[in-house]
C-alpha cells in the first residue's frame, strides 16, 4: 500500500511547468530598504530577481526565509525561487552565474534543485541573527555600520541575567514596533557573548516582531551600563509597554545569521 507523501508536499510545490531551486544568499543591508521589494526602493529581493531575469525569463520572484528590514545585513539566508521547466542554468554553474549580474553589495553562496516540499519561509522552524558591539573607548572606521559602538564598559554578567530572563515563551509587545500580530513569541536563544572588541548579542527563534531584536538588545545595553537592573526587566516584559524596554539600536549592526528547516530532507543553513 502506498504511503501518501506529507501533506506540505502538495501545499509548498512550484506552479505547474516550474522547479524549485534554493539558495543561500548574503548581503550587506546599507545600500537597500531590506529583503521585501518597495514601490521606488532598493530592495534585495529585487536585486535578486532583476539578476534571474538576465539568465531567462518566467523566473518568479524570490522569497527567503526572514524579511530584513532597511540596513540589516544577511551572512546566510536561505531563498527559493521557482523557475520555468525551460530554465537551463546547470546548477553547478548557477551561483557564479548570478553573481556575475548582482552588485558587490550582494551575493549567491550556494544553489541548486530544492527539496519536495521545500517553502524557504514556511518550513523554516528557526531563525537566527547576531547583533555586533564594538565595545572599545574609539570608534573604528571600519566597523561603521558594521557594528554600534559603545565606548564606554559593559557588565557582561548583568546583561546575560537579564537575557536568562526574557529567555523563553512570552508576550513580547514590550519590545516590538508598531505590531499588529499578536506577541507571543518562544525566544530560544538570547545570549551575549564578549570578545575582543566586538562583542555578539545571539538570538534565536522561530519568529520575531517587529524590531523585537533591535529591541531586546537596547534593553540589555541598558542592563549592561547600569541604567536597568536586571532584575527589572522582568516588570518590563510583563508590563507590555514599549516606552519602558530599549531604545531599537541601529539596523547596522545586526546580521541573519541561519536558519533551520526541520522536514525530512531539508538541510540546515
Known sequence: MDVPPPASLHR???????????????WDGGPYVGWQSQPGAPSVQDTLYDAFGHLGPGALRPVAAGRTDSGVHAEAMPVHVDVPGSFRIPAERLARALNAWLPPSVAVLEAGDAPPGFHARFSCTERRYVYRLLVQPQRHPLWQGRALHVPGPLDLAAMNAAAGRLTGTHDFA????????????????????????????QVAGESFLRHMVRGLVGTLLLCGQGRLSPDRVSEVLAGRQRSQAGANVPAGGLYFTGASYAEPGHRQA
Not at 12 to 26: M, S, T, W, Y
Not at 179 to 195: A, F, I, M, N, S
Request: hydrophobic content about 40%; overall charge positive; aromatic content about 6%.
Open 12 to 26: 509548498f510545490r512550484p506552479p505547474d511547468g516550474h522547479r524549485r531551486l534554493r539558495l543561500e544568499v548574503a
Open 174 to 201: 514590550a519590545f516590538a514596533t508598531q505590531e499588529d500580530r499578536q506577541t507571543v513569541r518562544e525566544l530560544r536563544v538570547l545570549r551575549v557573548v564578549p570578545g575582543a572588541p566586538v562583542w555578539e548579542v
